[in-house]
């Protein structure tokens, strides 16, 4: 309301009654003041969204860590199964040998 002097003036001037024009002044006022923020206003909403993006940065933050530490667990599941395949690849594929080798030799001497 800083310069509703000079509104009122100008109100007047143009021809518009002084009580008139105080009143048209006030209501603008009060319109201003109830449905416009502040710059304390936006200030406090900056403030409180910051936190809140400060908060929801560092839960994303825990989460990536435990998705990380997830995927790590996974992968060393992954490569000891692989590692437990092979000895039984290997194992079995042994055995096929030996096995072949004593069919062959079983076929050698019979014929």
């Known amino acids: 309301m800083n310069n509703a002097l000079e509104y009122v003036k100008m109100m007047v001037e143009s021809g ?4 008139a024009a105080e009143q048209i002044v006030k209501v603008i ?3 201003m003041t109830s449905n416009f923020a502040t710059k304390h206003d936006l200030e406090k909403m ?3 969204a910051s936190a809140e993006f ?4 560092s839960e994303m933050n825990e989460r990536f860590v435990k998705v990380e530490s997830e ?3 996974i992968r060393s599941e992954i490569k000891s199964s692989f590692e ?3 000895l039984k690849m290997t194992v079995k594929l042994g055995l096929m040998l030996v096995t ?3 069919v062959m030799t079983t076929l050698n001497k019979l014929l």
Request: charged share 35%; aromatic share 0%; net charge neutral.
């Open 84 to 86: 437990n395949l092979e």
């Open 46 to 48: 900056e403030l409180k």
């Open 29 to 31: 006022h009060n319109v």
């Open 100 to 102: 072949s080798i004593g």
């Open 71 to 73: 995927i790590q667990s």
């Open 54 to 57: 400060d908060k929801l940065r």
């Open 16 to 19: 518009l009654e002084k009580p």
